[in-house]
T-cell receptor, first 113, second 113 residues
Framework: DAGVIQSPRHEVTEMGQEVTLRCKPI?????LFWYRQTMMRGLELLIY????????DSGMPEDRFSAKMPNASFSTLKIQPSEPRDSAVYFC???????????FGPGTRLTVL | GESVGLHLPTLSVQEGDNSIINCAYS??????FIWYKQESGKGPQFIID?????DKRQGQRVTVLLNKTVKHLSLQIAATQPGDSAVYFC????????????FGTGTRLTVIP
């Protein structure tokens, strides 16, 4: 298995632009998580899905952030409009079952100018 | 809210020596703990976990110790190798709630050849 796949690996955009991050979880995993990592706040859970259904989005910072999972093999995290303070590394992770090991993707480094 | 913190932000050790990375947690309801390793440009990678009904768990060259009395967690790496150089995070989870991992800020381990 290729593991969790994220794209793009790097994204540089200007303030006000829409940004879409993509994730393909490991096949067979029924949980998908989106995290954000910054130097100041470390790793923070933004939202997670179970069987494509959003379960807890309490970590989503603002209405500018939205996430979808249209099928078991694909999820997106969208920021619209983007702001410089959104600059961070965004990780997607997946797991089998609620309490089992989460496998992380390589992350997307987002820079908003 | 929950918080997980680390005593030492950086640690340098000689190759072949043993490393000890410490972590403090504050939520007494946390009953599952995980250590992750994050290499530069990569996502966190699971190393070892421990449940609160255990005091010690061993893996290959790694040992995790849990002291619930003082809410302290440690990761011991035996015969540290250059490939062990990375940032190490402890994370806690309260299994009675949502499947949310709360990560510490991380300790950077540098192995000196």
């Amino acid at each position: 298995d290729a593991g969790v796949i994220q794209s793009p690996r790097h994204e540089v955009t200007e303030m006000g632009q829409e940004v879409t991050l993509r994730c393909k979880p490991i096949s067979g995993h029924d949980y998908l998580f989106w995290y954000r990592q910054t130097m100041m706040r470390g790793l923070e859970l933004l939202i997670y899905f179970n069987n494509n259904v959003p379960i807890d989005d309490s970590g989503m910072p603002e209405d500018r952030f939205s996430a979808k999972m249209p099928n078991a093999s694909f999820s997106t995290l969208k920021i619209q409009p983007s702001e410089p303070r959104d600059s961070a590394v965004y990780f997607c992770a997946s797991s089998v079952g609620r309490y089992n090991e989460q496998f992380f993707g390589p992350g997307t480094r987002l820079t908003v100018l | 809210g929950e918080s997980v913190g680390l005593h030492l932000p950086t640690l340098s050790v000689q190759e072949g020596d043993n490393s000890i990375i410490n972590c403090a947690y504050s939520n007494s309801a946390s009953d599952y703990f995980i250590w992750y390793k994050q290499e530069s440009g990569k996502g966190p990678q699971f190393i070892i976990d421990i449940r609160s009904n255990m005091d010690k768990r061993q893996g290959q060259r790694v040992t995790v110790l849990l002291n619930k009395t003082v809410k302290h967690l440690s990761l011991q790496i035996a015969a540290t190798q250059p490939g062990d150089s990375a940032v190490y995070f402890c994370a806690e989870r309260v299994q009675t709630g949502a499947n949310n991992l709360f990560f510490g800020t991380g300790t950077r381990l540098t192995v000196i050849p």
